[in-house]
T-cell receptor, first 112, second 115 residues
């Protein structure tokens, strides 16, 4: 059973516009969420995180929103740039487990 | 030099062969993880270790074993490789204190093909 779901396998966005990547989870015990970006032939790299005590966290062009009641989080990239083209994974962790469950990923393509 | 190093980066082997993927890190982290990536399935946790004497199974441990030889080294073994173990394998580390984010740091991956 997939506890962390990314229902959109791919997304295309024009350069300069907003990219919105979505992630849903089923385990209400998850209290920490991360987004990773992965380029081909490289390992995933950390992008941004959010704790369940917050509903928003911002870092430059990247903002993550958390809706606990809906068990949903989203990553907003504004403005999108061609270099943002990559696969994005969301991940979640429950308290005290120190392990992360990943979603299936969304491939973002930013068109110049 | 990478903080998390995986060897080999690419390996082709035959069904039934024993394969070991090695991971070493210079970050001084206590926690180490092995994940595999498959198309459409994302990253799935195979095994994780919080210190040399602590090994835990992840979501998909069947067919795999691990060894934590030292704080800095964590190896993944396939005792008898089968074709559905063809995947991209990632090692990752995390700091015990969690840092400000508790994030995972990944190696560059080991692509394994089992014929």
């Amino acid at each position: 059973d997939q506890q962390v779901k990314q229902n959109s396998p791919s997304l295309s966005v024009q350069e300069g516009r907003i990219s919105i990547l979505n992630c849903d989870y089923t385990n209400s015990m998850f209290d920490y969420f991360l987004w990773y970006k992965k380029y081909p032939a490289e390992g995933p790299t950390f992008l941004i995180s959010i704790s369940s005590i917050k509903d928003k966290n911002e870092d430059g062009r990247f903002t993550v929103f958390l809706n606990k009641s809906a068990k949903h989080l989203s990553l907003h990239i504004v403005p999108s740039q061609p270099g943002d083209s990559a696969v994005y994974f969301c991940a979640a962790s429950a308290p005290g487990t120190y392990k992360y469950i990943f979603g299936t990923g969304t491939r973002l393509k930013v068109l110049a | 030099d990478a903080d998390v190093t995986q060897t080999p980066r690419n390996r082709i082997t035959k069904t039934g062969k024993r394969i070991m993927l090695e991971c070493s890190q210079t970050k001084g982290h206590d926690r180490m993880y092995w994940y595999r990536q498959d198309p459409g399935l994302g990253l799935r946790l195979i095994y994780y270790s919080f210190d040399v004497k602590d090994i835990n199974k992840g979501e998909i441990s069947d067919g795999y074993s691990v060894s934590r030889q030292a704080q800095a080294k964590f190896s993944l073994s396939l005792e008898s490789a089968i074709p559905n173990q063809t995947a991209l394998y990632f090692c990752a580390t995390s700091d015990r204190t969690g840092g400000p984010t508790g994030e995972l740091f990944f190696g560059e991956g080991s692509r394994l093909t089992v014929l």
